[in-house]
Structures are given as C-alpha cells and as structure tokens.
C-alpha cells in the first residue's frame, strides 16, 4: 500500500455521461469509485458544450437535454457515494509491483487505486475556429460563439449557424422557433449530419423557417466596438453576401488534445486509445478505456455504446482485482440499489 492521501477501487478519470454511468456499475458490484475531471462540474461536454441542446438517442428517453442527463446520471450514481476531485487533471498515472495504480492530480491529490477507468471523452478539447480576422473582437461580447448554453440568449435574435454536421444541425433545428432568423452556411447541399435531422432541417428551409446559405463558406466579420453586425459570406467563385447577425455559430468540431494521457504508455491510435472489445482494456492491464476516448473496429461514437463499454469495463476490472475470486452475475431487478 502506498502513501495515497485515497484509496478506491475503481478511480475513473473523466466525470462525463460515460464516466458517471461506469459509477453505477461499479457501485452494483460492490466496488467504491473515485472520479476525477478537469472541469469543476460533473458532465463532461453535455454540461459545459450543450447543456440545454436535446439528446434524441437514449434510450426510454425520445429527448432530454444534455443537462438532464447528467442529473439523472448523477443521482444514479449517487447511492454508491463517490467521491468526486473536480477542477483538477490527472498528470501522472503509474502502475506499482503490485498491480495497483498511483494516480496524482495538478492539485496534488493522490490516489490509490486497484483498477483505472479512462472515460476522458475526447481529452483536452477546444473549438476548430474558422480562419477568419478580428474573431476575438466578438467572441467576448457574445456575437461569436462556439458552444450554446442558453437557448434563450438567442431569443429574438439574427442567428448564423456555420457548419455540416450534427453540430450546427441540431442547434438550427433547436433554435429556429425562438430566433428571429436562423441562417445555415454551408459549402454544399449534403450535410453530414443523422438522416433525419438532416431532412428536418431541409423541410423547414423549405417552409421558409430556416433559411439555408450554400454553398457559401465563411469570409469575414462586421461589426463596431465589438457588437456584431453582419456576417460576411463567398462562393468559391468569389461572389459574396453579407448576412445580417447578432450571432455567430461556428460549429467545425473540437480539437482533441490527449494531453498527458499520451504519456502513460497505452497503445494510442490517432488521439484515441486502442482497447479489447470485450474488456475495454488497454495495452496495459488493469487501465481501460471508455466512450469517445476509447476506439475499436467498428466503434460507434455514441452515448449509449459508451454506457455499455462502461458496464463491460467494469466487470472485467473487478475479474482483473479479484482474479481468484468468483463472481455470479445478477440482474439489478434481482438485487436492487442501496437505499438513498
């Protein structure tokens, strides 16, 4: 045993959707969990990107928003009582003798660990901003934003939203009936967003409650004293448009830094970390690996294959800490949840 200021079963780095969902399981297999997270909140992108954005693909949910989720995923998880280091990143993760892990944060906590759940979504990560002059003289006062917080901020406003994917989509499906106008601004007609978004988008473009910019890219920015005013749009060809805009939505992704992750040791496929399917082990045993961070043939980023990767990481880390021990499985209908 260390000298670790903790001691758990299970610390999960990452406090997001996947990470809080890995909590319930290990509290369901009796294991204690610790959780750390850069951020100072629990939610990972759901709480700090798209907090009221709706989420269509949980499962016995239709819609929830991002916020939503991660309450009810919390107050899951809250029976099991973990133990949450917030406003901290994990810098230094080691594997001792004895098949434990020390794990130590940038506010110098320490913790001991018997397995490591990563569930870090997609690292460090930080908006692609588009190539554009004079973009920090908006993005204090709002006019240029990279992620939605409150939908009614936009309330009665002139809104364009730059981008293809499921990003720019949703918000312009999300934000359409409060806005006074939402612009979508577009290199080409097909978007890469879910099919069905996608053909929502285009029924209201062409009801006339969205109104759709292709193929324009973004040029520029006008504006006085950092108020925005116009959004300033080409063609290819040259030919431009200046859209009128209290708002810009540029939505072209996140860059993904795995900062100190990649010193670890663990087998790393182009920002990702490699892992066995059926454990959601790493290349080093007894740390796994969950959710977006985690990749594997045929991976499906989705919310829900990340809840299950947790439920298969979790049990392969309590086979890994008890190895001679044997396990029965049993359904949570079968044994309950502790009482509140």
């Known amino acids: 045993m260390s000298d670790a200021s903790h001691s758990t ?48 693909d949980i499962p016995a ?37 004895d098949g434990r892990f020390t794990l130590v944060t940038t506010k110098g906590t320490v913790i001991d660990a018997g397995a490591v759940v990563i569930a870090a979504g997609c690292g460090a990560f930080g908006p692609n901003k588009p190539p554009m002059d004079g973009l920090e003289e908006y993005e ?32 312009a499906l999300s934000l ?9 601004v577009h290199r080409r007609p097909k978007f890469r967003a879910a099919p069905d978004s996608s ?18 890219q973004l040029k520029g ?9 116009h959004v300033v749009v080409a063609t290819l060809k040259g030919e431009e448009r200046e859209l009128e805009a209290d708002h810009l939505l540029p939505f072209f992704g996140l860059a993904m830094e795995l900062g100190p992750i990649a010193d670890w040791g663990l087998n790393l496929e182009k ?18 690996a969950i959710g977006d961070i985690a990749t594997y043939e045929h991976k499906l980023k989705l919310i829900l294959s990340g809840f299950a990767e947790g439920a298969s990481a979790i049990h392969a880390a309590r086979a890994y800490m008890f190895p001679d021990k044997e396990f029965h499985f049993e359904y949570s209908t079968t044994t309950g949840v502790p009482n509140e």
């Not at 920015?221 to 005013?229: D, P, V």
């Open 9 to 56: 079963d299970i610390a999960i780095i990452g406090a997001g959707p996947v990470g809080l969902f890995a909590v319930f399981e290990a509290g369901m297999l009796g294991l204690k969990s610790h959780v750390i997270d850069a951020l100072d909140m629990v939610g990972g992108q759901c709480s700090a990107l798209y907090p009221e954005k709706p989420i269509f």
């Open 140 to 171: 204090g006062s709002g006019g240029v934003q990279y992620y939605v917080k409150r939908r009614a901020d936009f309330a009665g406003k002139n809104v364009v939203i730059a981008g293809g994917g499921d990003s720019a989509v949703d918000w």
């Open 271 to 288: 920002n990702h970390i490699g892992v066995k399917q059926a454990t959601m082990e790493t290349s080093v045993p007894g740390i796994f």
């Open 199 to 216: 053909a929502k988008l285009q029924a209201l473009a062409e009801a006339g409650k969205i109104e759709m910019v292709i193929p324009y």
């Open 61 to 97: 949910h239709p819609q929830i928003a991002g916020q939503d989720l991660i309450h009810e995923l919390a107050k899951q998880a809250d029976p099991f009582e973990p133990t949450y280091h917030l406003g901290q990143q994990v810098t230094k993760l080691e594997k001792r003798d």
């Open 221 to 229: 920015l006008k504006g006085e004293n950092g108020i925005l005013s």
């Open 176 to 184: 359409h009936d409060i806005a006074a106008k939402v612009m979508v």
